[in-house]
């Protein structure tokens, strides 16, 4: 059962258009992350937030990136501008309120054509 | 940012036998290391995790192993099954840095 939920599980979207990836929380939860994975390469961070707001975030997370939290509970990824490059499956993971161990959700699959 | 790395991108063994995975990390800093599985449209399951305080831990057919000296660590599954087929990956982190550097995945095919 993974610890949290993505929506939605594939999009498709034209070059240039904004995508809203939502991830739902199952369990309590400490930080959340985002991930992506570009296809046949490595997972990659782009960004870390706790308590509302950013903690840490990567080289990859540039203008054209955003998080929210927008009710309390969804965490949503923004991307303004969707390019080519921005194809890739992007994984939602927290920690828990206790632990070190990060947990993924089953991935939202981004194509942009 | 190559802090993780798995220099093997595939592994093939057979039903029955163990597999083998590596890893090899840069960062000292380190101090937590975990592996998981992920199959293809999904996302990473956590499998097994170790502390840099142990050099061993083992959760059934899994075991982890870890040599600080060598910064090294690898994944032992014993005995290999088809349903193991998957990518692996490790993964580590360090204290107070909540934030976890992944390598670029094993390929492991179990064949029967």
């Known amino acids: 059962e993974p610890e949290v939920t993505q929506t939605p599980s594939h999009q498709v979207t034209q070059m240039g258009q904004e995508v809203i990836l939502r991830c739902v929380p199952i369990s309590n939860h400490l930080y959340f992350y985002w991930y992506r994975q570009i296809l046949g390469q490595k997972v990659e961070f782009l960004v870390s937030f706790y308590n509302n707001e950013i903690s840490e975030k990567s080289e990859i997370f540039d203008d054209q990136f955003s998080v929210e939290r927008p009710d309390g509970s969804n965490f949503t990824l923004k991307i303004r501008s969707t390019k080519l490059e921005d194809s890739a499956m992007y994984f939602c993971?927290?920690?828990?309120?206790?632990?070190?161990?990060?947990?993924f959700g089953e991935g939202s699959w981004l194509t942009v054509v | 940012d190559q802090q993780v790395k798995q220099n093997s991108p595939s592994l093939s063994v057979q039903e029955g036998r163990i597999s083998i995975l590596n890893c090899d990390y840069t960062n000292s800093m380190f101090d937590y290391f975990l592996w998981y599985k992920k199959y293809p449209a999904e996302g990473p399951t956590f499998l097994i995790s170790i502390s840099s305080i142990k050099d061993k831990n083992e959760d059934g057919r899994f075991t982890v192993f870890l040599n600080k000296s060598a910064k090294h660590l690898s994944l032992h599954i014993v005995p290999s099954q088809p349903g193991d087929s998957a990518v692996y990956f490790c993964?580590?982190?360090?204290?107070?840095?909540?934030?976890?550097?992944f390598g670029s995945g094993t390929k492991l095919n179990v064949k029967p």
């Open positions: 993971a927290i920690t828990r309120t206790s632990g070190n161990t990060i947990y």
């Open positions: 993964a580590a982190s360090a204290s107070g840095f909540n934030k976890f550097y």
